[in-house]
Antibody, heavy 121, light 110 residues
Framework: EVQLVESGGGLVKPGGSLRLSCAAS????????MNWVRQAPGKGLEWVSSISSSSFHIHYADSVKGRFTISRDNAKNSVYLQMNSLTAEDTAVYYCARDVRYGDVYYMDVWGKGATVTVSS | QSVLTQPPSASGTPRQRVTISCSGSSSNIGSNTVNWYQQLPGTAPKLLIYSNNQRPSGVPDRISGSKSGTSASLAISGLQSEDEADYYC???????????FGGGTKLTVL
């Protein structure tokens, strides 16, 4: 079964740091780009960051650029999100999602259940 | 403010047909394919439509998608109570080099 499982969420004070992990199983992880997408309480979906299969291409939303770092370890079938200088606006459920690309077709097809990050003093 | 524009709400009665629109620009919908996600309360988004009008395995054929220019739409016919959820459109944006989403449409089955 294709599965993504996030971990590492929790409560952190403003200005603090947190590292999210996403463990993949059931597919050839090293063949796929991966994404982090977040959803603030009661709000819509917001793409955060993406990383290509070889880590060559990395992109960030402007809202997190310079504060968040995405990385992956294909040997461990995992993708990570290092989050620094956190503010209350970063409070959200963070989803890990698999990216599918062929020709001009792009979509995110498999999503994890999410990890909750709460930034509060 | 979301890059893609969706109506915040939609509604219909059982067995009715409803459509949800999604408007973008030349750098996202105008250049790339559109995907639709369904999110039930308290759960992760689920891929409903990819590549404008393709259904993943398991998605019923009463659900369909279309795209024209810089706009797209999702249609659900034979509305059922279990269709009550939030629906999001998404596309890759070539200018932002990232995924963009609509603000979401809350579908209510009356």
């Amino acid at each position: 079964e294709v599965q993504l499982v996030e971990s590492g969420g929790g409560l952190v004070k403003p200005g603090g740091s947190l590292r999210l992990s996403c463990a993949a199983s059931g597919f050839v992880f090293s063949s796929f780009s991966m994404n982090w997408v977040r959803q603030a309480p009661g709000k819509g979906l917001e793409w955060v960051s993406s990383i290509s299969s070889s880590s060559f291409h990395i992109h960030y939303a402007d809202s997190v650029k310079g504060r968040f770092t995405i990385s992956r370890d294909n040997a461990k079938n995992s993708v990570y999100l290092q989050m620094n200088s956190l503010t209350a606006e970063d409070t959200a459920v963070y989803y890990c999602a698999r990216d599918v690309r062929y020709g001009d077709v792009y979509y995110m097809d498999v999503w994890g259940k999410g990890a909750t990050v709460t930034v509060s003093s | 403010q979301s890059v893609l524009t969706q109506p915040p709400s939609a509604s219909g009665t059982p067995r009715q047909r409803v459509t949800i629109s999604c408007s973008g620009s030349s750098s996202n919908i105008g250049s790339n394919t559109v995907n639709w996600y369904q999110q039930l309360p308290g759960t992760a988004p689920k891929l409903l439509i990819y590549s404008n009008n393709q259904r993943p395995s398991g998605v019923p054929d009463r659900i369909s998608g279309s795209k024209s220019g810089t706009s797209a739409s999702l249609a659900i016919s034979g509305l059922q109570s279990e269709d009550e959820a939030d629906y999001y459109c998404a596309a890759w944006d070539d200018s932002l080099n990232g995924w963009v989403f609509g603000g979401g449409t809350k579908l209510t089955v009356l």
